[in-house]
């Protein structure tokens, strides 16, 4: 029995479903359509470039495994891609070939080779004559300031990364260390810097790693007697990105050649970007000397983005998809998905997926749907401004009170109350915390948070304070 694209592809997806979660098969590969098979190439219909490019960043491994196993060794992927645009003719994705079929439906074939996009980094000194060796970035160019929109949230960030992408090395944000919680666009960031690096100096030797690679890498050094080389190969990057340097708690020896290696690139010049879920003041079981010089730099927080920022990424998602979507429908994402960018581009793609392929206009109802999916099983994070409120009022005073300088033992209280429940309900910093809560320093509020866990063991009104308001902030 002779093979067909829809035979092929169902016996793909059947593998790819018994190896993801059913929330993942059902959002990123059951709208996919098997278009034609020509010897060993599968032609699938996806509906928007940012669907292709979500399949290639996240699923490209299990794609491969499921094709060379129908296909063989020499099977390709080509990415069909074609979306109905149900809100007239508006074609802003000017790079999507029309169809001869419908005036409103376009589409574009992206031949793909089914290659990792983020190959597994090699060591280059394991190779004689380390310095004629081309190190790959494993930078991800789809990453860029382009598409890293700018907003309250992340101006100080998204400013110090462009001047270090303009003069690499040569500005006092050297180290820069970008921190914030998941989903902000941290990775993002360090990527874009690197890519802008590149574009602007080719000749320089530009390095994206995890910190969890880099320690694997130090592992195997150690394991194969070659430690300097591993120290060498890092000592010859012009600009070394690690993300989630935070990982190396705790990691005593790849601390100390981090610490040589960094020491090494910073006197010479060279530029080291770090990004961390948090700041440097927050890290636990790093060492104070590795410490010292994440705070030689500069250390810019990435925040949850506010309302403005949410609509003009929602907006620059659908233009790049061609995608022209009511503004009520908009203002109804922005507002219900405040906290996660990720979340926010992924309940975008959503939508427009089961639009696409379920030939629906996208109306309030299924925004609101998928909306649900995304949000329902998530533990909404309260703001500090939300939390000082609701100190304030179970208090009966002023938010301006609570912040305010006076060492009334009653208001002091509530100020550390409200510091103790910031901590605790979001992923601020404790300099975050203290900045919005009366200007204070990241040192009063742990003291606000060892105050508060002391005098609850010990003190049974204070304790009932505790309880109340957790309850109100938790509801």
């Avoid at 110090?160 to 303009?166: I, M, R, S, T």
């Avoid at 204070?440 to 948070?449: G, P, S």
Wanted: net charge positive; glycine share 4%.
């Amino acid at each position: 029995m002779s093979k067909t694209a829809e035979s092929v592809w169902n016996n793909c997806l059947a593998f790819i479903e018994d190896n993801i979660s059913s929330q993942a098969y059902k959002t990123w590969f059951e709208p996919i359509k098997a278009v034609k098979l020509a010897d060993c190439s599968l032609s699938i219909q996806v509906p928007s470039k940012f669907f292709y490019e979500w399949l290639e960043e996240h699923y490209v491994k299990i794609l491969k495994v499921a094709l060379t196993k129908e296909l063989g060794k020499n099977a390709k992927l080509v990415y069909i891609i074609r979306m109905e645009n149900t809100y007239g003719n508006k074609q802003p994705f000017t790079e999507k070939i029309p169809s001869a079929n419908r005036s409103n439906l376009r589409s574009q074939e992206i031949d793909v080779p089914l290659k990792n996009k983020s190959p597994e980094l090699k060591n280059p000194f394991v190779i004689p004559g380390i310095r004629n060796v081309k190190i790959e970035s494993q930078l991800n160019p789809n990453y860029n300031f382009e598409n890293f929109l700018e907003g309250e949230s992340n101006r100080l960030a998204r400013s110090a990364g462009l001047a270090v992408a303009n003069k690499p090395g040569g500005t006092s944000f050297n180290p820069l260390l970008i921190f914030g919680g998941v989903g902000l666009g941290k990775t993002h960031l360090a990527h874009a810097i690197g890519v802008d690096i590149k574009d602007k100096y080719p000749e320089k030797t530009v390095l994206y790693i995890s910190a969890e690679k880099f320690t694997q890498q130090y592992i195997e050094s150690v394991t194969k007697n070659n430690r300097n080389d591993f120290i060498h190969f890092y000592q010859i990057i012009d600009v070394l990105i690690v993300d989630d340097i935070q990982l190396l708690s705790g990691k005593a020896g790849t601390q100390d050649v981090f610490f040589h290696i960094f020491n090494h690139l910073h006197q010479n010049g060279k530029q080291v970007i770090l990004t961390s879920d948090k700041a440097p003041v927050d890290m636990i079981d790093i060492e104070q000397r590795l410490l010292s010089r994440f705070k030689w730099g500069l250390s810019a927080e990435l925040n949850h983005p506010d309302y403005a920022t949410r609509i003009a990424i929602i907006k620059s998602k659908l233009y790049r998809d061609g995608v022209d979507m009511p503004e009520e429908i908009i203002e109804f994402l922005a507002n219900n998905i405040k906290t996660n960018i990720r979340e926010l581009e992924g309940a975008i793609i959503s939508l427009i997926a089961h639009s696409s392929f379920n030939k629906k206009e996208i109306t309030i109802d299924l925004a609101r749907k998928i909306v649900d999916n995304y949000v329902k099983h998530t533990k909404r994070e309260v703001s500090i401004e939300y939390i000082q409120k609701v100190v304030s009022d179970y208090f009966q005073m002023d938010v301006s009170t609570l912040q305010s300088k006076t060492r009334k033992r009653h208001i002091v209280q509530a100020r550390q109350l409200a510091m103790f429940f910031a901590k605790k309900l979001t992923k601020a910093s404790l300099a975050s915390i203290g900045s919005q809560i009366g200007q204070r320093d990241h040192a009063t509020v742990l003291h606000a948070c060892k105050t508060v866990d002391n005098l609850s063991s010990t003190d049974k009104q204070f304790r009932k304070y505790v309880e109340d308001l957790n309850k109100k902030l938790t509801l």
